[in-house]
């Protein structure tokens, strides 16, 4: 079974602060993906990785950045929180079978941020 | 850029019947169109997906259909169950630009028993 873990269900920060999100696949995925999910708005992609040190800007990468230090592990960073970033985060992987052939994405639990 | 848009946004129905939610996609170049499901509390899960060689899948009371030339998917539920209950979104994958998934909005399914 494929396990894709964020390590915080609920956070509240203040703003101004820096954030730290984490997440943990156990499946040696190559993919790695941050999307926030507001109401009305879907899934959003912050931002990509499709390989350790390698991260690619999704639709809304402004006010956030990423690390991939090690390949299952994929950290979201806050770098100056602000009330605008009140949101599910929600992190997944899948892994890249070679060619164009794609696969589905796994998704973590889902950390609800909140900035006070 | 690459953009799917999902309608409707709230669908809902009598148990037992049949629920039709349709997406549509800009990206030529997209070749995977997965569903995923979220009930609420939960992460999305992925219940069924089309790839751009096939015009139909089924999987019992789900299926999907995707028409390339118009660049639209629909999901189809059929004999609707209150467990259902829950939003679905679409999305588009393709081989060109990483390998970004563009999801639609989501369609908030109430299924009334």
């Known amino acids: 079974d494929v396990k894709v873990t964020q390590s915080s269900r609920y956070l509240v920060k203040r703003t101004g602060e820096k954030v730290f999100l984490e997440c943990v696949q156990d499946?040696?995925?190559?993919?790695m993906f941050w999307y926030r999910q507001d109401p009305g708005l879907g899934l959003r992609l912050i931002y990509f990785?499709?390989?350790?040190?390698?991260?690619e800007k999704g639709d809304i990468p402004e006010g956030y950045s990423v690390s991939r230090e090690k390949k299952e592990r994929f950290s979201l960073i806050l770098e100056s929180a602000s009330t605008n970033q009140t949101s599910m985060y929600l992190c997944?992987?899948?892994?890249?079978?070679?060619?164009?052939?794609?696969?589905?994405?796994?998704f973590g639990q889902g950390t609800r941020l909140t900035v006070v | 850029g690459e953009n799917v848009e999902q309608h409707p946004s709230t669908l809902s129905v009598q148990e037992g019947d049949s629920a039709v939610i349709k997406c549509t996609y800009s990206?030529?170049?997209?070749?995977?169109f997965p569903w995923y499901k979220q009930e609420l509390g939960k992460r999305p899960q992925l219940i069924i997906d089309?790839?751009?060689?096939?015009g139909e899948k089924k999987d019992q009371r789900i299926a999907v259909t995707l028409n390339k030339t118009a660049k639209h998917f629909s999901l189809h539920i059929t004999e609707t169950q209150p467990e259902d209950s829950a939003v679905y979104f679409c999305?588009?994958?393709?081989?060109?630009?990483?390998?970004?998934?563009?999801f639609g909005a989501g369609t908030r399914l109430f299924v009334k028993a």
């Open positions: 089309i790839r751009s060689n096939v």
């Open positions: 499946m040696d995925h190559e993919n």
């Open positions: 999305a588009a994958k393709g081989s060109t630009g990483g390998f970004k998934t563009i």
């Open positions: 990785s499709y390989d350790v040190k390698m991260k």
């Open positions: 997944a992987s899948s892994s890249w079978t070679g060619g164009r052939t794609n696969t589905e994405a796994f």
């Open positions: 990206d030529s170049a997209s070749n995977y």
